[in-house]
């Protein structure tokens, strides 16, 4: 038996990195899980190695750029699975060319990120909440950073949707709590995922143990790690836990943040 036998569950930006993290563990779960992604190719091999186990795993080509997606990711993931009981809003973008301040950062690139991590969790959150009232229950958990707690230079955009995205879920959580659904976020610090590895222009393996001396537990996260508590946060073993967060950073944030500029190093 396993936390979410008989539940239907939706993964944004669930083909790769910390959504794929978090594919995998619901589905060892007991979920049938909705993988929602723009990356056909990825989208795909992810629910392959799913079904290889013997689950139940579709993939829904998503550009959540576009405010039209959400509605009909939630539509086809209701007409293919028939529910939906725990949504995850994962996707998320921070180009590497969108490292500027904001007299530097174009209203494009701006518009684009917000549509992307922020607004997208608002209408995914809109159109799947009528499922889960119909449910009698429903759980969603929301992917932010620890950049919406403290940030860093030249990320203004994708600080300010992080920043957000916990205001949000403390929100709606008020508004739905009385219905049985909870709302809940979660902080990842650095973990290892291609947003991270893509913005490396030297040795992979050689940055990211550069990037953990930096963390107390002496490592970079891994997106099964964030997946974990993902998983528990929809289950019922989280069943009092509501518009809260969780921070998942290996300790960064009790040294007071990851930038070292910050720590005097």
């Known amino acids: 038996m396993g936390d979410h036998d008989n539940k239907i569950a939706l993964v944004t930006g669930g083909a790769q990195g910390i959504g794929k993290g978090i594919v995998d563990v619901l589905s060892s779960e007991g979920a049938q899980v909705c993988i929602a992604d723009i990356s056909e190719e990825h989208?795909?091999?992810a629910v392959s190695e799913i079904e290889k186990l013997g689950r139940k795993a579709i993939y829904v080509q998503a550009?959540?750029?576009n405010s039209a997606e959400p509605k009909k990711v939630i539509e086809e993931c209701v007409n293919r699975?028939?529910?939906i009981n725990i949504l995850v809003n994962n996707v998320g973008i921070q180009p590497s060319t969108s490292y500027k301040n904001v007299e530097e950062t174009s209203?494009?690139?701006?518009?684009?990120?917000?549509?992307i991590n922020l607004k997208s969790y608002f209408l995914m959150s809109k159109y799947s909440i009528p499922f889960m009232r119909r449910n009698g229950e429903g759980a969603i958990v929301n992917i932010a950073s620890v950049q919406g707690l403290q940030s860093q230079k030249l990320v203004p955009p994708y600080a300010a949707s992080k920043g957000a995205v916990l205001s949000l879920t403390r929100q709606m959580s008020l508004d739905y709590i009385k219905e049985?659904?909870?709302i809940n976020a979660i902080c990842p610090g650095t973990?290892?995922?291609?947003?991270v590895t893509n913005s490396i222009s030297g040795n992979i393996n050689e940055s990211l143990k550069l990037f953990g001396k930096d963390i107390p537990i002496g490592r970079v996260g891994e997106p099964k790690e964030i997946g974990q508590v993902a998983s528990f946060l929809c289950s019922d073993k989280a069943s009092f836990i509501s518009g809260e967060y969780i921070i998942v950073d290996g300790g960064i944030m009790a040294k007071?943040?990851?930038d070292t500029e910050l720590q005097g190093e």
């Open 81 to 83: 699975l028939g529910n």
């Open 191 to 195: 973990i290892n995922t291609p947003m």
């Open 180 to 182: 049985n659904i909870r």
């Open 43 to 45: 989208g795909i091999k």
């Open 63 to 65: 550009n959540f750029e």
């Open 256 to 258: 007071g943040g990851w």
């Open 107 to 115: 209203e494009e690139v701006w518009d684009a990120i917000i549509n």
